[in-house]
């Protein structure tokens, strides 16, 4: 496989909790993202899945240094990103772009298209002569599939679909090697968020890009993804090619989050089994010791109270090798007879 | 000229064609439209939000009544000899709350004085005291303001509780204290005072507007392309949160003329020999009985201000969200 663009090792992101008005008292910390470790290789798209409040946008904040990383490192082409600031930090910044996830908040209402397209020249100058942009703005339209013309209009004036095109074209501006997609297609019409996976795919080919595809939506993350990570309380607890997440999971979570997935044939949904989690997620700021899904996992054991599982090929499975030999952060990660997944 | 060309609306015909289609409908023939418009050449020059609402205010009848009402309020202030001849301090007891004569139209007041003449002299200050002490408050508000909703931490802590101490001091008691230690006569001490006082409330209204606009996707966006604050500030948040400013600035100014209003009628305020319609309004709201004349031309003159200022922030407020338009 060709070189990682990105490397993510360690990376930590605590939000403290506080207590007091004047002489603020830290109680605790939200443990939004608690140790995260993975490789972007060139020109792939790396998936990440899980539910709501798992720390997937939090990953995605911290690799465009949105938010501060409490610990861990970034690199970008094995140079660490995570301390930089001013002026090194902008230059990073012209090869990492995020598409976001509500497109109707993500673009400046009082900003013509042209404007928002044109603004990444204006803070990086040095990207595109001045008289030049106007034209690349229109190049960019293009490219995205939208009219040149639109240049002089506000994002009011158009649908969702269009305005996350727009918003791809103002990540695509500065010619980046990675883009971070946030949920980029989930609050999009079913029929809209084919045509921008399709779109994003297509730039995909033709600028050589890598993406980090967050979402909770599995059949997308399938469809576009090479590889797929899977998050749960902060931590990738699986991490593998598309088939081997899909059709050969051994993380008792990802089984149970794949047989949730909704079967569009009425007789294999009648055969299949589901698996139903017991409770609900823990709190972030209370993390369970071990293993941090054994609180709701079938297979818990006294090890996994103790024991942080790793995220690493587990040996049994290395030794049978095949598609199930993959990352998995679990003590007794096998292989399970599940309903394949839909989509 | 190349505007006359386009539509009323100021946009070109190819707006016109992509709005036919609404919603899903657009995004599919977004494709084909993009062939056909690599082919015509861009026409219209490139377009910014100020140059957009300047279009749209310069057809506004109402931007365009306001601030000609506006204009000629300014030139009176400054020269008010342009439509009144007389002195407004030249009076004649004799002629005592009499009603209009022929050369005063207005009538006269108590001390014999023409109430046309002193109306007119009377813009000078009352346009004074309100256009400075609205500027004034309204420009250290929405900065103190916006620094603190934007920056937040301890600044925002401590703009918080000064604003809080302004809060807390009554006007008229305040104007008492303040304002009778001053032996100034013109009417910048009273327009200090007022600005004194009424920072507080812009900074609360634009500390608002700026953390509800900080929090927009838009501001992350331009972040992660490695805009500054100030680039985030001057270009993504003050644009999105200036509209509660406006309005609340443009209603204050007629707040901020009647305060002058009533801190003069409590003798600190200004002081005769200046003329303004403050002083006027409540010398004869005690006589409102017997010379209605007296109160009516100086309060129909503050309420015309008033009234003109505030369809001018209307009409600013509407041209600077497009989504109006």
Redesign the interface.
Known sequence: MAEAVLQVRGLVKHFPLTRGIVFKKQIGAVRAVDGVDFDLFQGETLGIVGESGCGKSTVAKLLMRLEEPTAGRILFKGEDITRLSGKALKAVRRNIQMVFQDPYTSLNPRMTVGDIIGEPFEIHPEAAPKGDRRRKVQDLLDVVGLNPEYINRYPHQFSGGQRQRIGIARGLALNPEIIICDEPVSALDVSVQAQVINLMTRLQKEFDLSYIFIAHDLSIVRHISDRVGVMYLGRIVELGNEEQIYEHPTHPYTQALLSAVPVPDPEARERRERIILAGDVPSPANIPSGCRFRTRCWKAQDKCVTEVPPLAVPPALREVGGPAAHESACHFAAERDCAPAGG | MPEQLEQPNG??S??AV??AGA??A??FA??E??S???A?A?S?R????WS?AWHDLRRNPIFIVSALLILFLVLIAIWPQLIASGNPLACDINKSQLGPAPGHPFGFDTQGCDVYTRTVYGARASVTVGVCATAGAALLGSILGGFAGFFGGWWDALLSRVSDIFFGIPIILGGLVFLSVVTNTTVWPVVGFIVLLGWPQIARIARGAVITAKQ???V????????GPA?MLL??IA??AIAPVIVVATIALGTYISLEATLSFLGVGLKPPTVSWGIDISSASTQIRDAPHMLLWPAAALSVTVLAFIMLGDAVRDA????L?
């Not at chain 2, 490139?46 to 939000?49: E, G, K, P, T, V």
């Not at chain 2, 600077?320 to 989504?323: C, Q, R």
């Open positions: 946009r070109t190819a707006d992509g709005n919603g899903g657009m995004e977004a494709t439209a993009a056909i418009g690599q015509t861009p219209a490139a377009r910014s939000l957009d927009n996707d838009y992350q966006a331009a972040r992660a392309l490695g805009a680039r270009r993504h644009p999105n600077l969200d497009p989504k338009r």
